[in-house]
């Protein structure tokens, strides 16, 4: 019988993994996800706000991307009126990631 030792990764190690193309596929990807979940629960009065959602790469070395709304009211549709599409669509992606 062999014996079997784990050995967490190294924070270098982690690093060098964060910052493949395949994680920033991987990342991307989820965030498309999120993109069309908050599109289908976003507000359609006019359909400005839900079509102003965009998917974008965050600057940095590891994976990262960004899921923003560039409607001029997106901060009153989220907080006033009390919508919360990107806190309920980070609570997607974090339960959907693949």
């Known amino acids: 019988m062999s014996d079997f030792r784990y050995v967490p990764p190294s924070p270098r190690d982690l ?3 964060a910052s493949t ?3 920033q596929g991987a990342v991307e990807t989820n965030a498309e996800r999120g993109w069309e979940h908050a599109q289908s629960i976003a507000p ?3 359909g400005h706000y839900a079509d102003s959602f965009r998917v974008e790469a965050a ?3 590891t994976a990262a991307a960004r899921l923003v709304n560039d409607a001029d ?3 009153h549709v989220e907080w006033k ?3 919360h599409v ?3 669509t980070a609570d997607f992606i974090e ?3 693949r």
């Open 15 to 17: 690093d060098a993994l």
């Open 21 to 23: 193309r395949e994680m």
């Open 44 to 46: 359609k009065d006019s």
């Open 59 to 61: 600057p940095g070395k």
């Open 73 to 75: 009211y997106a901060a």
């Open 81 to 83: 009126n009390g919508d």
């Open 86 to 88: 990107l806190s309920r």
């Open 95 to 97: 339960a959907n990631a």
